[in-house]
């Protein structure tokens, strides 16, 4: 699973592609725009793109069966002190 963060600058690239893409797709109900592919015709342009590393795990929620498991990882990590107690209530 990859997590992907991006500066503003990117959007600017993958703007410019999603239009034609979805002008040669308007009849396809299930065609998709892949950012993978923008990026790596990025890359191929020669444009860098920076990779963080990191050991920590992705909770992937994708199912609801996923949800119970996911709340004890994350109650987990408060209680190892982690993530603090009150993580979501600082937003």
Do not use: C
Not at 55 to 68: I, M, N, Q
């Amino acid at each position: 699973m990859n997590l992907m963060g991006f500066t503003s600058s990117i959007f600017t690239e993958i703007a410019a592609g999603f239009d034609a893409t979805y002008q040669a797709s308007k009849t396809n109900l299930k065609a998709e725009y892949y950012i993978p592919l923008v990026l790596s015709s990025l890359i191929e342009q020669g444009i860098e793109i920076p990779v963080l590393r990191t050991d920590d795990h992705w909770f992937g929620v994708t199912y609801s069966e996923d949800k119970a498991w996911v709340k004890s990882q994350l109650k987990q990590l408060v209680a190892d002190q982690i993530y603090p107690d009150n993580l979501f209530n600082n937003a």
